[in-house]
């Protein structure tokens, strides 16, 4: 473990011109180091991801637009003949829609 550093320096500068398996033939004792050296690379190839713009902006330290905060409930006032209610929530059908008991009463619901 204290020689790797040493040993992924030399590895990079090397030029191999024979195929690996002839190369592992050659230098048994090193075949299991060798063979941890290339599946761990193999590895690190494999972990690579393509980023998305936000991504490399944080990674490059551009400004990303700030995200805003939730913006609450929108309301709007309504009107069902002669009642008139200030803050309706606005439903935009994607759910069920509940009536509180009190308008049910008020509207004469029973």
């Known amino acids: 473990a204290k020689y790797k550093g040493l040993f992924d320096k030399v590895m990079d500068e090397i030029e191999v011109k ?4 002839d190369a592992l ?7 299991k180091f060798l063979k941890d050296a290339i599946l761990e690379r193999t590895k690190e190839v494999q972990g ?4 998305s713009q936000e991504c490399s ?3 490059q330290s ?8 939730d913006p609450g409930s929108f309301t709007l006032p309504c009107s069902l003949g002669p009642l008139s209610f200030r ?3 606005c439903d ?19």
């Open 25 to 31: 033939m050659l230098i048994p004792p090193y075949q």
């Open 18 to 21: 024979l195929p690996i398996l």
């Open 62 to 69: 551009r400004v990303v637009t700030k995200k805003l905060g």
């Open 48 to 51: 690579m991801v393509v980023l």
């Open 92 to 110: 935009l059908g994607a759910s069920v829609s509940i009536m509180p008991l009190t308008v049910a009463k008020r509207l004469g619901f029973s």
């Open 57 to 59: 902006a944080i990674i």
């Open 87 to 89: 803050n309706s929530l």
